[in-house]
Each structure stands twice: as C-alpha cells, then as structure tokens.
C-alpha cells in the first residue's frame, strides 16, 4: 500500500522527508511540551494529517514522546474519507510503502482479526486514503525498528453497536507491547465543509469548541464525547476512531493536550479552517527506565 499523498502532501525524497519530519520531532518548544515527559510509558496518542505544512510540527510535539519507547506494534486508526461502510476495514496486503521505506503490516493480527463481527479485509478503502499514510513518517522516525504496523479504517455508517463490536475485536491486541495511534483532525470550520455554526470572534470560539472536545477525550470520557460531537455537530474528521479508541483504553491514564493549531492562524484566512491537536496518554506512574 501507498505511496499515495508523497509529493503533494509532504515531500516525495527521503532525504528531504527525514529533515522535514525529525525537524518536527525534536524542535522547537523542548522536550516536556505537555509537562508529562518521563513520567509513564506512553500508550495512546491522537495526531493530526493534514499536509505537512499545516499540521507536522503539531503531530511532531506529540510523536517525539514515542521516542523513547520500543514497541512491537503500532494499532494505528483512522476514518476512511472515501469508502463509506460500518464497522472497520484491515489490509490484504503485507506492507505499507512511504519514501523512507516498507513498513511490515502485522498479517498474524489480520489473520486473527478478519472473520471477527464488525471487521473486513479490503484494501480498495486504503488505496485513495491519506490519514493513515501521513502518520507512517513519522511513526518511522521515532520508533526503533522491528515494529509491525497494524492499519484499520473505522467506517462512518452504523451505530454505536458497530464500534462495540470494533472495539471488542482489537482489545486483546492492545497490550504492553502496542502503542495506539489514532489519525484525526478536529474541527472543519467553514461553508467548505457545511459547518458555520458562529461567524464572529472566529479564533477563540473555534478553539473554545475543540477544548470542550479534547477536555472529554482526555478524560476518558467515551459517552460526553459522543454527546459533545452531537450537540455541537464539532466536525471532527475521526471522531468514531477516537471513540473506538476510548472504547479500547483502560481507566487511570494521564492525558496532555501536547500542541494545537490551526490553518486559520497559519494562513490568516478563518473563512475556511481546520484544527490540529495531538492528545497523549500515559500509563500512571513513573517511567520505566
């Protein structure tokens, strides 16, 4: 699978895309952006995938915490933008491809996984898709090699029941071993993308109605951000990945708010706008050196 976005959406050359992506990664604002630094072995983390230009350093202020950890697994989830369908979607195939190199895909999961209520294997929704492929870079710079990436594309159809069954599937992989990335923009203001919901004072109520979103998924709190999401209609592009992702966590997690923005301060026009946040989670207690 992939390349599909190299060249467009970050740069095709390997040289070039490693500069970009560990610039991301190991500057500018330190190495304790969100205070938590050091402190547990980070389990979960939401990141964004928009063009590099916009959102990278934003991903890169999350994806830098991974550096210190070796995983054997990447669960990495993500709304697919142009296969409609319920439940979720895994890969046929063995590896995914960006310009830094193959990835192996963990085929013992799929194989696993596939014939499991709610989950499919297809990679036509993969082919055209973006959001997984824009965290891949990055996934290939923090962490050690050796690690199996396992790709899923949540659907937008179907009920809460739908990521039950989701989310019951891929909770025994979720162990010590694996790291959860899920790929999420936050709100889309703008006609674009038929969400006007207010027209003045554009900066701060657009980041006043991602904090009320990001303060319930960082704690943990599956059901006030589904109900966040509905009485607001925030357009969060992953926002059922997220939710099977807060299916799949445990209780006692310490999340941050690592870096935000958004491509209305970046540009200057707030007539159309995306947000960007990356969220971790952290095992309590201190980390294990």
Not at 224 to 240: K, M, P, S
Not at 254 to 280: F, K, P
């Amino acid at each position: 699978l992939g390349p599909n976005v190299a060249g467009s959406w970050y740069p095709a050359g390997s040289g070039e895309l490693t500069e970009r992506v560990d610039g991301y990664i190991g500057g500018p604002g330190g190495a304790e952006p969100g205070g938590l630094a050091g402190q547990g072995r980070p389990v979960a983390l939401i990141a964004p995938h928009a063009g590099y230009v916009y959102s990278g350093p934003v991903a890169g202020r999350g994806f830098r915490h991974l550096r210190r950890d070796s995983f054997a697994r990447v669960l990495l989830l993500g709304p697919s933008h142009h296969a409609g369908f319920a439940g979720a979607v895994l890969p046929e195939a063995e590896a995914y491809v960006t310009p830094l190199g193959e990835v192996p895909i963990d085929s013992a999961a799929v194989a696993r996984l596939r014939d499991l209520p709610g989950l499919r294997v297809d990679d036509g929704p993969f082919r055209p898709e973006h959001c997984l492929e824009m965290e891949i870079p990055f996934l290939q710079r923090a962490l050690e090699p050796g690690w199996r990436l396992l790709p899923v594309l949540v659907g937008a159809a179907g009920g809460s029941a739908a990521l039950d069954q989701v989310a019951d599937a891929l909770r025994p992989l979720v162990d010590p071993e694996t790291v959860v990335v899920v790929s999420s923009d936050f709100t889309h203001y703008g006609p674009r993308f038929s969400y006007v919901p207010f027209r003045s004072e554009l900066p701060g109520r657009i980041r006043e109605l991602d904090m009320g979103a990001v303060e319930r998924i960082l704690a943990l709190d599956r059901r006030g951000f589904e109900e966040y999401v509905e009485r607001t209609g925030a357009t969060i592009c992953g926002r059922r990945a997220i939710d099977v992702m807060l299916r799949l966590l445990p209780g006692g997690l310490a999340g941050s708010l690592e870096a935000y923005d958004t491509s209305g301060r970046i540009t200057g026009d707030w007539e159309h706008s995306v947000s960007y946040a990356s969220l971790l989670f952290r095992a309590s207690g201190p980390h294990p050196d």
